[in-house]
């Protein structure tokens, strides 16, 4: 299994930023299959954004729900993150991962996207 996020790497402040994961080698809709978004602040650990899972259920971080959608795109076996109202401190390192027989027990990772919050 592989993936690959993709979207722009500069966005400003108070706008959307939008993320896709696109997946091969396994089908996003694989029962008991979790896809997540993750970030990484600058210097700091791993942050949880969110998952859909492979019922089209989503899951947030009480942190970002207010700000984040999560959606799918089942013909193009890709999913997307959209977190709204973006500031600077938004600027991270974001990751899309696979979890199987649960949403934190991870095991195949795209390698990154960096995304700068700024004008």
């Known amino acids: 299994v592989q993936l690959q996020e993709s979207g722009p790497g500069l966005v400003k402040p108070s706008q959307t930023l939008s993320l896709t994961c696109t997946v091969s080698g396994g089908s996003i809709t694989t029962n008991y299959c979790y896809w997540n978004w993750i970030r990484q602040p600058p210097g700091k650990g791993l942050e949880w954004i969110g998952y859909?899972?492979?019922?089209?259920?989503?899951y947030y971080s009480p942190s970002h729900k207010s700000r984040t959608t999560i959606s799918r795109h089942t013909s193009n076996n890709q999913f997307s993150l959209q977190l709204s109202s973006v500031p600077p401190e938004d600027t991270n390192m974001y990751y899309c991962?696979?979890?199987?027989?649960?949403?934190?027990?991870?095991?195949?990772w795209g390698q990154g996207t960096q995304v700068t919050v700024s004008y």
């Open positions: 859909i899972d492979y019922s089209g259920n989503t």
């Open positions: 991962d696979r979890a199987v027989a649960g949403p934190y027990n991870y095991d195949y």
